[in-house]
């Protein structure tokens, strides 16, 4: 992300997600990727709030 190469470290991301789901790291590092390239390319912002919507979800679930 310090070199703003946003597509390969969402790729990063996304495999690490699907890899290990309950990662909250995973989610976390996904969600700042998209939304720095969000913030810098305007690009994959609903996509941002959507992960970090389904992340807050899963984590108010894991907590009830």
Not at 40 to 61: H, P, Q, S, T
Request: hydrophobic share 35%; proline share 2%; glycine share 2%.
């Amino acid at each position: 992300l310090d070199k703003n190469n946003f597509t390969n470290a969402i790729y990063q991301f996304e495999l690490a997600v699907n890899e290990f789901p309950n990662s909250h790291d995973a989610h976390i590092g996904l969600i700042k990727a998209l939304l720095k390239q969000c913030e810098i390319e305007k690009v994959n912002c609903e996509k941002a709030r959507d992960e970090r919507d389904r992340l807050r979800a899963k984590i108010e679930n894991t907590q009830s």
